[in-house]
T-cell receptor, first 113, second 118 residues
Framework: DARVTQTPRHKVTEMGQEVTMRCQPI?????VFWYRQTMMQGLELLAY????????DSGMPKDRFSAEMPDATLATLKIQPSEPRDSAVYFC???????????FGQGTRLTVV | AQKVTQAQTEISVVEKEDVTLDCVYE???????LFWYKQPPSGELVFLIR??????QNEISGRYSWNFQKSTSSFNFTITASQVVDSAVYFC???????????????FGAGTILRVKS
């Protein structure tokens, strides 16, 4: 049963520390998305990739966030330095072709204290 | 700009009742896709359905049905004979067709919390 895999599932870190979240998209999917979910803002698109190339990262705070796809099987989202306001659930999703549904991972719940 | 509005923040029903979740969208594109996702208490987002803007036929899948009306820019979701396991947050989402090199992205509504009581 193919699924998007995210690690870690939970992360508690102190303010100022670097946080790296990882995502393994479904094999064969060529589009990868990073979303952030908070009570206040709901689901926000942070960045997305097509064929490993970043297409839009306008939703990301550029000074502290970075997203990469080192290869087709791995997407990473880094926050450095982390701040308490970054506390949220971060979802990765992947899709096969344009405009088909995106399949979501289980999310990484990040708490920055 | 694309926008999705789910005006119902929270709905509570008793098991076996029918319930409709509303979704209204805004887009300048003539070609677009609409989606519904379910987020149960466990937290993952589960894909339910995708419709394209050229297909206004209603769809039924078991106890779930969807009513797409372009005239009112609505894509409503009905659960018939609701069950406790239907309790979740339901999200409506919109994707506009863009040039191939720009890919695709989903814009989500705020979600509707559905509570089904036994």
């Amino acid at each position: 049963d193919a699924r998007v895999t995210q690690t870690p599932r939970h992360k508690v870190t102190e303010m100022g520390q670097e946080v790296t979240m990882r995502c393994q998209p479904i094999l064969g999917h060529n589009t990868v998305f990073w979303y952030r979910q908070t009570m206040m803002q709901g689901l926000e698109l942070l960045a997305y990739f097509r064929n490993r190339a970043p297409l839009d990262d306008s939703g990301m705070p550029k000074d502290r966030f970075s997203a990469e796809m080192p290869d087709a099987t791995l997407a990473t989202l880094k926050i450095q330095p982390s701040e308490p306001r970054d506390s949220a659930v971060y979802f990765c999703a992947s899709g096969r072709t344009l405009n088909t549904e995106a399949f979501f991972g289980q999310g990484t719940r990040l708490t920055v204290v | 700009a694309q926008k999705v509005t789910q005006a119902q923040t929270e709905i509570s029903v008793v098991e076996k009742e029918d319930v409709t979740l509303d979704c209204v969208y805004e887009t300048r594109d003539t070609t677009y896709y609409l989606f519904w996702y379910k987020q149960p208490p466990s937290g993952e987002l589960v894909f339910l359905i995708r419709r394209n803007s050229f297909d206004e036929q209603n769809e039924i899948s078991g106890r779930y049905s969807w009513n797409f009306q372009k005239s009112t820019s609505s894509f409503n979701f009905t659960i018939t004979a609701s069950q406790v396991v239907d309790s979740a947050v339901y999200f409506c989402a919109l994707s506009e067709v863009q040039a191939m090199e720009y890919g695709n992205k989903l814009v989500f509504g705020a979600g509707t919390i559905l509570r089904v009581k036994s």
